[in-house]
């Protein structure tokens, strides 16, 4: 089965700091999306931010950024400057065609004020 | 404001009964899926459907049912043969996939409903 591993089960990050989670998956396949998605106490899943397997420049949308490494297939997340409203299990998803998604089992993210 | 409506929010189901879960989207997504959700686990994809009147099995399906004869519309039943229903789940829906390869649209989520055993 492929999988997708998150090895850290919590972290704590104090606010305005910057934390990484970490990630690694197993695929058999050459085309591939990787996604992090959070999910706050309201259980919403909300999608953080998405790499294509085939681009090597790493994604980043305002706070948030990957290191993808796809040859160790390592996906971390990082968030700088971080905020109270970032707490949350954040979830590192594997997509593969047929938007079959493969999620990891979570990291719960703690912000300190 | 386009989204995905899921209800009931809450669920409660008795002994050897089965219970319908509804999932409605108005994104116009051509696929939909429903993921089981236990605590502090990831989610596992119960089913899914990419085009009205066709669905494929996810890695958990047995015990579930659905159906998807509108597109907006793909109703989970978990029967009575699922033995232990208790869990939150989640309905998602996506742009068509069958764009060809690495067009992996990222999936809405809807609010889920949480189920328990009476």
Request: glycine residues 6%.
């Amino acid at each position: 089965a492929q999988t997708v591993t998150q090895s850290q089960p919590e972290m704590s990050v104090q606010e305005a700091e910057t934390v990484t989670l970490s990630c690694t998956y197993d695929t058999s396949e050459s085309d591939y999306y990787l996604f992090w998605y959070k999910q706050p106490p309201s259980r919403q899943m909300i999608l953080v931010i998405r790499q294509e397997a085939y681009k090597q420049q790493n994604a980043t949308e305002n706070r948030f950024s990957v290191n993808f490494q796809k040859a160790a297939k390592s996906f971390s997340l990082k968030i700088s400057d971080s905020q109270l409203g970032d707490a949350a299990m954040y979830f590192c998803v594997k997509g593969t065609s047929g938007s079959r998604l493969t999620f990891g089992e979570g990291t719960q993210l703690t912000v300190n004020p | 404001d386009g989204g995905i409506t899921q209800s009931p929010k809450y669920l409660f189901r008795k002994e050897g009964q089965n219970v319908t879960l509804s999932c409605e989207q108005n994104l116009n997504h051509d696929a939909m899926y429903w993921y089981r959700q236990d605590p502090g686990q990831g989610l596992r994809l119960i089913y899914y459907s990419q085009i009205v009147n066709d669905f494929q099995k996810g890695d958990i399906a047995e015990g579930y049912s659905v159906s998807r004869e509108k597109k907006e519309s793909f109703p989970l039943t978990v029967t009575s043969a699922q033995k232990n229903p208790t869990a939150f789940y989640l309905c998602a829906s996506s742009i068509d996939l069958a764009l060809g390869p690495g067009k992996n649209q990222p999936q809405h989520f809807g609010d889920g409903t949480r189920l328990s055993i009476l």
